[in-house]
């Protein structure tokens, strides 16, 4: 290994450049051929610091990143393996990890993951046992684990992170949750796909601002028509191409040469303006057939050099009507103000009043009834009753109310009282994954992500400082169809964790 990723990051004085290896659904055959190519030329061609590859993209099974990875590995050049959250529980999950670090790759990306596509037979079981922030926790606790045990080098664990989004909420739920992301343990970020350097230069300096210590990369993809399709019908989640940039690749590749050097010419200069506004280095994605075309890239960027701000306009277009953070021009006067009509009352902020009331009522550990709940719960116990209380009361109001999928373990009162088993088919705990559009939940387009929800019912009760406040820890499976009432009394359940957890104010 002549060079290690980790360490070229973390000096400020480099700007590191990375590719990204997308795996296709063989062992053996020219797509694998092809994807060792590439990392071998970056690796003589020097300026590659590692690739990474990609874990099930799509949700599609795809020849492990680990194994390939491995290859790549013995080879010299660092590898950083996306780990996802969706085709394993946490126990795969521990172990696929510790046996990345016996192969001694260490640079993790901890991502929450696409959702589960088509496989042997149809449709895969999606798991999402934990998201990406308690991946990140988990991956950051195994460190620990393995150098008492003898290991000398922790894991260096990524996150992603995607600025483009157009709604005030999805914006500051990102932010947030890479904030908690970094808290968990993240040691380094990659944004997700985009080409507006409005978002860019927000995330940027949200970041300077946090005064957040680690670096932050920038995703670079070298545009082909198909990708730009994919990418502006909202069909690679998180990603954005906007219809005008759209239409103008599309044009530019009826003569494929010319279309290729356009977007060799794009890359270079997003490249260039990247560096200049900070980024310590760039994800560069979308090579599929030869390390030429990253090479013909960063000989471009090097000649661009310090003139970049001369091709800032090329990407400065703002969508219309998206929120920009520090854009209080667009926040006040494109952006009518939030008012729910009689219906979004009804649906959701009604019922988050009544729940938030019953919340304080019943479920708060230092109220002064707390204590006679406590051993009603431990009587109903003890004389093997929990079901009367579960089958009478409890099922009977969360299940119309709140779709409850009876886990056993509530998460309900951090997502503004909306539950995450069955209003997220990822069963995000800690934040919104990075597919939502529009509002719109990537899963389910015609619904509307359960974050968003959660950040109008806190913004409507004027409590839009919870948002996202706690760090939730994973559901216990071991209360699944279980009383949670009960579970929450007798200090079974996650909240159990106090400090970690606040009562609703
Ligand atoms: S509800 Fe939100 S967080 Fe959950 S999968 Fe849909 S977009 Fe992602």
């Given at each position: 290994m002549l060079r290690i990723f980790s360490e070229e990051?973390?000096?400020?004085?480099?700007?590191?450049?990375?590719?990204?290896?997308?795996?296709?659904?063989?062992?053996f055959?020219?797509?694998?051929?092809?994807?060792?190519?590439?990392?071998?030329?970056?690796?003589?061609?020097?300026?590659?610091?590692?690739?990474?590859?990609?874990?099930?993209?799509?949700?599609n099974p795809s020849l492990s990143p680990d194994v390939?990875?491995?290859?790549?590995?013995?080879?010299?050049?660092?590898?950083?393996?996306?780990?996802?959250?969706?085709?394993?529980?946490?126990?795969?999950?521990?172990s696929r990890a510790l046996q990345l670090a016996r192969m001694g790759m260490k640079n993790i990306l901890c991502l929450t993951g696409d959702y589960s596509g088509k496989g042997f037979g149809g449709r895969g079981a999606p798991?999402?046992?934990?998201?990406?922030?308690?991946?990140?926790?988990?991956?950051?606790?195994?460190?620990?684990?393995?150098m008492t045990s003898g290991d000398p080098d922790p894991f260096f664990s990524g996150c992603g992170v995607s600025p483009f989004k157009t709604l005030k909420s999805e914006c500051l739920a990102q932010y947030k949750k890479l904030d908690m992301k970094i808290d968990a343990g993240a040691s380094f970020a990659i944004t997700q796909l985009g080409y507006d350097i409005n978002k860019f230069n927000e995330l940027i300096r949200y970041h300077n601002e946090k005064n957040a210590h680690i670096p932050v990369m920038a995703s670079v993809f070298l545009l082909s028509p198909k990708a730009a399709r994919a990418m502006n019908k909202h069909r690679v989640p998180g990603a954005h191409v906007s219809d005008a940039l759209y239409e103008k690749v599309t044009q530019e590749w009826k003569i494929p040469k010319e279309g290729l050097n356009a977007a060799i010419e794009r890359s270079a200069r997003l490249g260039a303006i990247l560096k200049g506004i900070g980024f310590r280095g760039i994800h560069i994605g979308g090579v599929h057939r030869s390390f030429t075309t990253v090479a013909r890239i960063l000989d471009r960027m090097e000649k661009i050099g310090d003139d970049w701000p001369a091709h800032m306009n090329e990407f400065s277009g703002k969508e219309k009507n998206a929120y920009y953070v520090y854009d209080k021009i667009v926040e006040d006067k494109n952006i009518p103000a939030f008012k729910p009509g009689l219906k979004e009352r009804v649906i959701n902020h009604w019922p988050y009043g009544m729940l938030c009331f019953a919340h304080n009522l019943f479920f708060n550990k230092t109220a002064g009834l707390a204590p006679v709940y406590r051993k009603l719960a431990a009587f109903l116990e003890s004389h093997d009753k929990e079901w009367v209380l579960k089958h009478c009361l409890e099922d009977p109001i969360k299940i119309p109310l709140l779709s409850c999928q009876s886990c056993g373990d509530c998460g309900i009162q951090h997502t503004a009282f909306l539950c995450p088993e069955s209003g997220c088919p990822k069963h995000t705990r800690n934040g919104p994954c990075g597919g939502s559009r529009n509002g719109a939940c990537e899963v389910y387009p015609d619904k509307e992500c359960i974050w968003v929800r959660a950040y109008k019912r806190l913004d409507y009760a004027?409590?839009?400082?919870?948002?996202?406040?706690?760090?939730?820890?994973?559901?216990?499976?071991?209360?699944?169809?279980?009383s949670s009432w009960?579970?929450?009394?007798?200090?079974?359940?996650?909240?159990?964790?106090?400090?970690?957890?606040?009562?609703q104010p």
């Open positions: 990051l973390m000096n400020p004085d480099n700007f590191v450049i990375t590719i990204e290896l997308v795996p296709g659904r063989e062992s055959g020219r797509n694998t051929d092809t994807l060792i190519g590439i990392a071998k030329d970056a690796f003589s061609d020097g300026r590659v610091s590692a690739v990474s590859i990609t874990d099930n993209p799509g949700g390939l990875g491995y290859e790549i590995f013995r080879h010299g050049l660092d590898v950083i393996v996306h780990f996802t959250c969706r085709d394993m529980n946490r126990v795969g999950m521990e798991v999402f046992d934990l998201d990406s922030v308690l991946l990140t926790r988990m991956v950051k606790g195994l460190s620990n684990r393995m004027g409590k839009l400082s919870t948002f996202l406040e706690d760090k939730v820890p994973p559901r216990n499976w071991e209360l699944n169809k279980t009960i579970n929450f009394h007798l200090n079974r359940d996650h909240q159990k964790e106090k400090k970690q957890i606040k009562q």
